[in-house]
Every structure is written in C-alpha cells, then in structure tokens.
C-alpha cells in the first residue's frame, strides 16, 4: 500500500514560471525524499529531508516538512522545459532507507 | 563510474512462465532492493538484500524471490507469471549503514501476456 498521497496529480505550467507538489503520509519517518523520472525509466534522487529539519534547499530545488501535519512540499522555481517529469515523494519509516514508501507521483509538464 | 545496470531492458512473456531479472549496484555499494511499478503508479518495494541475505520483504507473494552474489549483484526471480505482474521492475543500490539515497537502475520492463 502507498504511504504517501500526493498532490495535485497533475500540474501544468509555463517555462519559468514555479511549481509546487505536496505529500503527506500516515506514519512517522526517519526522513523523507523526492525523486524524478523521466518517460516512466529510473528514479533520481533530488533531495532528502530528515526528521528534524524544516525546510532544506538545493539549487532551484525547496523542500519542507512538518511533522505535525505529516506533510511535505517540493517547490521548484524557476521551471524550465527539462524538468517536465513524475515527482515522487518517499519516506523511510526505518534505519534503513533500502525500504522506501513511494507515493503516486505527480505528474509535471512545463510549457516552453 | 558505472551507475546500477539492469538487464534486459524490455522482457515479454507468457502467463505461467517464470522470468529472472539481473540487476549490478553502483560500485561501492552493498545492498540492493527491488521495486515493482506499474503504470501510472509510484514504485512498490519487494524485498532488499545484504550480505546475501533478504533483509527486509515488502507485501509479494512468495512467487516473487530473489538472491544476492558475493560481488553484490542480484537476481530478481518471479514464478508462475500472472497479467498483474506487468510492470516496470526498478533496481535500486545503496549503503546498508548510509541511510542515505537510493540510486535506481533504468528498470525492466515486463509484460505479460
């Protein structure tokens, strides 16, 4: 079963314009992190949060987490064509991040 | 620095047959797990392996097994093929003590007819 709901399912913007996904999740976790891919092939790892942080940052790339509502979000500004792509966030609930919990994904085209 | 490596890269089959899928970590790495995706859906973990043991198993029939050799690469093997198994099989490697990343391989896609 997937832990995490994400949202919108869809999202369609402008080149340069910022986009914003959500994720939230039912159980407590040790960290959270967002991938990409590409044309439904392999994941990439963009960004990984932990359990006691709030908001981290990595290039056009924000993530922030609370805890209290188990959600998350990933904003990335600045969208260009190349990033038109699934996102997924996913949570290690364990010490050990070879199990992760993927959400749905969300799914982001950016117009030229 | 080789990434991880899948093989093959599209797989067709027939309900009721077995299949095996072969995946190499990235170099340096321990421990592999492996994920179902079907389309239009997030990935789903299937088991991981270490130290050529299963280490942890996700909600897969015992149909689905699998095995870790001594250089650290891994089979995934599926019995007795149901149309449900079609799927994007992704690979993915890391450090059992880094809790860190995983780095996924470009998958296998299988279909089953």
């Known amino acids: 079963s997937q832990q995490g709901e994400e949202d919108p399912q869809a999202l369609s913007i402008q080149e340069g314009e910022n986009a914003t996904m959500n994720c939230s999740y039912k159980t407590s976790i040790n960290n959270l992190q967002w991938y990409r891919q590409n044309s439904g092939r392999g994941l990439v790892h963009l960004i990984l949060i932990r359990s006691n942080e709030r908001e981290k940052h990595s290039g056009r790339l924000r993530v922030t987490l609370d805890t209290s509502k188990k959600s998350s979000s990933l904003l990335i500004t600045a969208s260009r064509a190349a990033d038109t792509a699934s996102y997924f966030c996913?949570?290690?609930?364990?010490?050990?991040?070879?199990?992760?919990?993927f959400g749905q994904g969300t799914t982001l085209q950016v117009k030229p | 620095d080789a990434g991880v490596t899948q093989s093959p890269t599209h797989l067709i089959k027939t309900r009721g047959q077995q299949v095996t899928l072969r995946c190499s970590p990235k170099?340096?790495?321990?421990?592999v797990s492996w994920y179902q995706q079907a389309l239009g859906q997030g990935p789903q973990f299937i088991f991981q392996y270490y130290e050529e043991e299963e280490r942890q198993r996700g909600n897969f029939p015992d149909r689905f097994s699998g095995h870790q050799f001594p250089n650290y690469s891994s089979e995934l093997n599926v019995n007795a093929l149901l149309l449900g198994d079609s799927a994007l099989y992704l690979c993915?490697?890391?450090?059992?003590?880094?809790?860190?990343?995983?780095?996924f391989g470009s998958g296998t896609q299988l279909s089953v007819l």
């Open positions: 170099s340096g790495h321990d421990t």
């Open positions: 993915a490697s890391s450090l059992v003590f880094a809790n860190e990343k995983l780095f």
């Open positions: 996913a949570t290690s609930i364990s010490g050990n991040t070879g199990k992760l919990i």
